[in-house]
């Protein structure tokens, strides 16, 4: 029995930064959301419509990491003011704040059993701290340039580190020695992170690339080419099968590490997307970009039967193509993806995926459990391109979309509402038998495939 993957949709849209938002992360719950800025504020957004945003000030300068405690007691942000502040996400905004670092921190991460730190700095060294009185353990300090980035294992037992030195060295938190330093040779890791499993680690590299290693063979098992400006940000769903990137380029791309292959391209941010997470049980993710927005989208992936250590080993991975023709309306633009690509033919999928014919497919409310959903839904298919409706949010509160002039537009005397409405659903009706049609011929030749193979 194979996983059934649904279409991402985005759900709200929250706007309160007054720039760039740095990084965001998930609360165990999930009715929270913690974002950090370059406007030296910490946020944490409520999940219901109802309930405001709280607004922390506290850093002297940009925040550059935000993460829950693993409990969601507490909220950890970094910042350039050289501290770390822990806070009590609530509206009372307390916190305690001690110098960590001789320069700018750049991340923060809780271990897994929320009683440690781990803090990485421009000071060129990354420290370890108690979560209780904030206690300082001991540093590791073989990187030779600012550290990016540095994250527990699952395990709690390794450490792994980017630094802008072009490498990547994993750290015995025991002996608190490096036990292997990988190498980047064409730029530098922003962003690392730990496989689920912990038997890998995944890198976002400034040369437009991520690329996933195993820890044990010190072996790269897959290389993704797939973005066109640096990578900033990834995390892994925590099923272990698919890593979501966030780029300079202005988009964020779901990657299956089970097939080795580019699932889909997002796009919802104008500008660069700085930050993405997925939450702990992966039915959503975050974005935050040099816009100001913080989009959260609902990941619609099944929980997949494939062993979740289970990274196909495939080292030069990229898109493959499915084409859907154009519907109505405006909102979700939707571009034809390059055909299966392997490393040579890298550049060329660029520039095909710039160059692709656009289509704009629908956005419409849809019930759950019987009653109406009153967000506006983004829909599109494998290998396609998803941009945000026009929806905002500020402080937590919705404010109605407004509507494009497209088949629903009677006003210039293009096409009758009514006749629009009968249109959408015909075409809607189309786009179902569409789907259960390419469905269908995906099981049959997958059936066919197994058959012949048994033969």
């Known amino acids: 029995m194979t996983s059934v993957l649904l279409d991402p949709t985005l759900e709200r849209h929250f706007k309160g930064h007054r720039h760039t938002v740095t990084s965001v992360d998930f609360s165990c719950n999930m009715k929270q959301i913690a974002t950090g800025s370059v406007d030296s504020c910490v946020m944490i957004w409520n999940m219901k419509p109802q309930m405001r945003a709280y607004r922390f000030d506290g850093h002297k300068e940009a925040v550059t990491s935000v993460q829950f405690s693993p409990s969601g007691h507490l909220v950890a942000s970094t910042s350039r003011d050289k501290t770390v502040r822990l806070w009590v996400p609530s509206m009372k905004a307390e916190s305690t704040v001690f110098r960590a670092h001789t320069a ?11 009683q440690s730190l781990v803090t990485a700095s421009d000071d060129k060294t990354i420290k370890l701290w108690t979560v209780h009185r904030q206690k300082f353990l001991f540093n590791l300090s073989q990187h030779m340039n600012w550290v990016r980035c540095a994250k527990f294992s699952p395990d709690d037992r390794l450490i792994v580190s980017s630094s802008d030195d072009k490498t990547i060295k994993l750290w015995d938190k025991n ?47 897959q290389h993704y080419p797939v973005h066109s400006g640096a990578v900033n940000s990834l995390s892994f769903h925590p099923a272990g099968n698919f890593l979501i990137t966030a780029s300079s380029d202005s988009t964020m791309k779901i990657l299956d590490l089970v097939e080795g292959k580019l699932l889909y391209t997002l796009h919802g941010h104008q500008g660069p997307v700085t930050c993405v997470a997925f939450s702990k049980t992966g039915d959503y993710f975050s974005s935050g970009g040099s816009d ?164």
């Open 175 to 221: 002996s608190r020695e490096c036990i292997h330093s990988f190498s980047e040779h064409a730029g530098y890791a922003n962003y690392v992170d730990f496989h689920p499993s912990g038997t890998c680690i995944a890198a976002a590299s400034t040369d437009h690339s991520v690329k996933v290693w195993d820890i044990r063979s010190h072996k790269m098992l």
């Open 292 to 455: 100001e927005q913080v989009l959260v989208w609902k990941s619609n992936f099944d929980e997949c039967n494939e062993s979740s250590n289970g990274v196909k080993s495939h080292h030069k991975s990229a898109a493959s193509s499915q084409t859907r023709p154009a519907t109505s309306t405006a909102h979700l633009h939707v571009n034809s993806d390059p055909p299966v690509l392997n490393s040579q033919t890298s550049e060329r999928s660029e520039q095909l995926n710039r160059q692709g014919s656009q289509a704009t497919a629908r956005t419409h409310s849809f019930s759950r459990n019987g009653s109406q959903s009153r967000g506006t839904h983004s829909y599109a298919h494998r290998g396609a391109t998803i941009s945000s409706p026009s929806t905002q949010q500020t402080q937590g509160l919705q404010r109605p979309a407004h509507q494009d002039k497209g088949l629903s537009t009677s006003s210039e005397g293009r096409i009758p509402s009514s006749l629009a409405n009968t249109l959408e659903h015909i075409i809607g009706q189309l786009d179902v038998l569409t789907q259960v049609s390419r469905r269908c011929a995906d099981q049959d030749a997958r059936y066919s495939g197994c058959a012949s193979h048994r033969h």
């Open 104 to 114: 700018t921190v750049r991340c923060v991460n809780f271990s897994g059993d929320g």
